[in-house]
């Protein structure tokens, strides 16, 4: 049977409903992977259904078939980064970047650095007021366009590219753990490669893996339950 195609006016939502095209891409992706990547990278992990539909929308993949699903985040996406906006652009749009998926684009002048972002009046949330290489004034928009915290930027690297103080309040960008928050651990001793490492992504450290280590967790969250160990099976009765 033909997939459906739902009526989306623009500028509204729609959470993609099984029998419908856009559904049938999102599975996918989340069970075999993001079009065009590479074999085995897949957003299986991924908590949100929406998370990932987000993701082929904003960036056209299956040639924009997939429209924004209804999520709590009103404001429509810059593909391209809010920094590509003008000081009348900025304010009401989010950045549609992976690095930066979700934040708010804010109001920014006299940036001195870095060199790229000097004479630029819009900028994610996130790259302006987290501890990163950026200077200037933060303007602000004086009409958000909704009350909802900041959205946690993502690391295309990985979480466990991050030191400590850089953990908390990001979430993981690769394909394989994509939208997992990052959460800050010490001691790990399996695998080796993990071995001194501060932050990792938190299905690493919840779900059957090799991972062995002490979770510390974020200020203002419960660290993350590791996973109980399987009831090793009863041994059938000898004849």
Known sequence: AKALEPQVHAGSCHTAQPGEACYNHVKWAMDHGRPNAPTGMSFATTAKFEAVQAFLHVHRFHHGSCPMPCWKWSSPFASAGCHT????????????????????????????????????????????????????????????????????????????????????????????????????????????????????????????????GNIVGCPGQAPPSPPQPEPEPEPEPKL
Do not use: M, Y
Request: charged share 20%; proline share 12%.
């Open 85 to 212: 906006l003008s000081s009348a652009e900025c304010c009401a749009r989010r950045d549609g970047r992976p690095p930066w998926f979700g934040q708010a684009c804010v109001l920014v002048e006299g940036a001195t650095a870095p060199l790229r972002d000097v004479n630029l009046t819009c900028q994610p949330e996130g790259w302006v007021t987290l501890p990163t290489g950026w200077k200037g004034t933060v303007r602000g928009c004086r009409h958000p366009s909704t009350p909802d915290p900041p959205i946690q930027p993502f690391v295309p690297s990985g979480c466990h590219t991050l030191r400590r103080e850089e953990c908390c309040g990001r979430r993981d960008g690769r394909l394989l753990w994509f939208g997992h928050a990052c959460i800050v651990v010490q001691n790990a001793t399996a695998p080796p490669r993990d071995v001194g490492l501060e932050c990792q992504p938190e299905g690493w450290l919840t779900g059957r893996t090799p991972w062995r």
